[in-house]
């Protein structure tokens, strides 16, 4: 991407590679994947811009919430989305 001239980025952070359980234990292998893909983004002047959610609601969610239909997942999406932030944000510009 640096060697043709790219100065952009779009990639997703996929809820359960983060968080497996939707709501419980934050995976730090998860956390150094995209921190590495951060970092060597930045590092080859390339903007890093995250999609948070991208149609990868963890399984477990699914099945206690049918997914979006019950408004009990928002305290789960305003966790994930707080580990993003948390994580990210300082890097990542555009969410």
Known sequence: MH???LDAYIFSIAWPRLIADGGGKINPKGLEYYNNIIDELILRGIHPHATIYHFDLPQVLQ????????PRVIEEILAFVEVCFRNF???VKQF
Do not use: H, I, V
Request: cysteine-free; hydrophobic content about 20%.
């Open 63 to 70: 099945n206690e919430y049918s997914g979006f239909l019950s």
């Open 89 to 91: 944000g300082d890097k």
């Open 3 to 5: 060697e043709m001239g």
